[in-house]
């Protein structure tokens, strides 16, 4: 999994889609998807610095992306609830026994 995800795919990523990639990644991670925002952010202050995307841009791109995955995130549990939480574990095996101990 670490190969999927290593600094240079992400890098990669971001060249090649941008603002876009930034906002739907920090979206994602910000939403509760895996995926590692910090760095995301990183990469996009990096190719802001080093000219290849504009800093503001970067900036707005990674609020608004962290804004709109905590608000999804947020009416996702409040629709969805403990119901929707107990499908998801059935997809990775995790049982509702084993939701309950972490709850």
Same mark, same amino acid.
């Given at each position: 999994?670490? @190969?999927? =995800?290593?600094? $240079? #795919?992400?890098?990669? =990523?971001?060249?090649?889609?941008? *603002?876009?990639?930034?906002?739907?990644?920090?979206?994602? $991670?910000?939403?509760?998807?895996?995926?590692? +925002? @910090?760095?995301?952010?990183?990469?996009?202050?990096?190719?802001? +610095?080093?000219?290849?995307?504009?800093?503001?841009? #970067?900036? +707005?791109?990674? #609020?608004?992306?962290?804004?709109?995955?905590?608000?999804?995130? *947020?009416?996702?549990?409040?629709?969805?609830?403990?119901?929707?939480? #107990?499908?998801?574990?059935?997809?990775?095996?995790?049982?509702?026994?084993?939701?309950? $101990?972490?709850?």
């Amino acid at each position: 999994m670490s @190969e999927v =995800i290593s600094l $240079e #795919v992400i890098q990669e =990523i971001a060249r090649q889609y941008g *603002y876009w990639a930034i906002f739907l990644g920090i979206s994602l $991670e910000n939403a509760g998807v895996p995926l590692p +925002g @910090e760095t995301i952010t990183l990469v996009g202050g990096f190719l802001a +610095g080093s000219g290849e995307l504009d800093y503001g841009l #970067v900036f +707005g791109c990674a #609020v608004g992306g962290a804004i709109l995955g905590d608000n999804f995130g *947020y009416w996702l549990g409040k629709w969805g609830g403990w119901s929707l939480l #107990v499908k998801i574990g059935r997809l990775f095996r995790i049982s509702e026994a084993q939701l309950q $101990e972490v709850k």
